[in-house]
C-alpha cells in the first residue's frame, strides 16, 4: 500500500506544476519577470564591455519557471501581493504554517496545497520506503532530545504524521499483534500543579475534575482539545504563529494571531 500512495503523490505532484503554471500564467509572468530584473541588476561587467550585454541578455532569453519551493521565487509573489511574513524572530520566511493565513487568494491558496502534498510525499511516504525494513518502520525514541524534556523519535519522526491523514491508514499491526493506546491521564498538568504549587489545579484534581475540560468551560465552551492545547501551550512555551496555527487548521478555533501573543 505504500508503494501504490507513494506512486499516486508522485503523479499528483507531477501533473500540478504545468497546470499551476498554466492557471495563473498573468500573476506568475510578472513574478518571473521581476526576478530576472532582480538577476540582470546584480550582473558584473567582465574585462569586454560585451561581457556584460551578453549576460544580461543570456537572462533576459532563458526559460525562468516559477518554483513554489524556492524561497526566492516566492518571497517575490509575496512581497509583490503585498504580503511579508514574519517568523517568531523577527526574520522574513515563506513557511508553510504562515502561509496559510492568506490561502483565501486564489494563487497561494494553491501553493499551500502544494506544500502539504509534497511535505506527505517526500517527508513522509519516501523516508518510509527508505527506511523501512521488511515492511515494518523502527524509530528511535529520544528521551533527552528536546528543550522542553518531552519525548521526541527519529528516523523516522513518527510522532509528526498528521492527524486525519490517509498516510496514517498505512499502520497496521503485524500478524497476531494488535495495536494498544495508553495514556497518563492528565500527567503534564498535575506535574505542573505539583511543581507551581497552584491551588486552583491542585484543588480541580483533588475533586476529580477534568483540567482541560475546565478551562474550554471557562473560554465559552469549546472542546476539550483546544483546552488542553491552550494549557500545554502556556507551560511549554509555544510560539504564538504555531499555536494560531493549530487552534486555526486543526481545532477550526476563529482566534486572531493577536490574541493568540495575549
Known sequence: KLTYMKAEYGEKLEK???????DNKEVLD???RHLKR?????????KNPQTLINRQNKIKNEEM???PNSHVHM????????????????KHTTASK????????????????????????KDFLCKWDEMRIDEILFTNF???????????????????????????????????YVFTVADAKQLEA????????EEGLIKAFLEGEDVYQKIADDLGGMDRAVGKQLFLATIYGQGSNSLHYILTKEHQVSISLDECKK
Not at 16 to 22: A, D, G, K, V, Y
Not at 143 to 164: C, D, F, I, Y
Request: hydrophobic fraction near 40%.
Open 16 to 22: 500540478w506544476l504545468p497546470t499551476f503554471h498554466r
Open 30 to 32: 510578472i513574478v518571473i
Open 38 to 46: 532582480d538577476k540582470i541588476a546584480k550582473c558584473k561587467e567582465g
Open 65 to 67: 519557471l516559477f518554483n
Open 75 to 90: 518571497t517575490k509573489l509575496l512581497t509583490l501581493k503585498g504580503i511579508s511574513l514574519v517568523d517568531k524572530n523577527g
Open 98 to 121: 504562515l502561509l496559510y493565513r492568506y490561502e483565501h487568494d486564489p494563487v497561494i491558496g494553491q501553493i499551500v496545497q502544494y506544500k502539504k502534498m509534497n511535505k506527505i510525499y
Open 142 to 176: 529520544r528521551l533527552w532530545a528536546t528543550r522542553t524534556g518531552r519525548l521526541s523519535s527519529a528516523e523516522p519522526n513518527l510522532q509528526q504524521v498528521p492527524k486525519g491523514s490517509e498516510i496514517r491508514s498505512l499502520f497496521i499491526p503485524r500478524e497476531g
Open 190 to 197: 498535575r506535574l505542573a500543579a505539583y511543581f507551581a504549587k
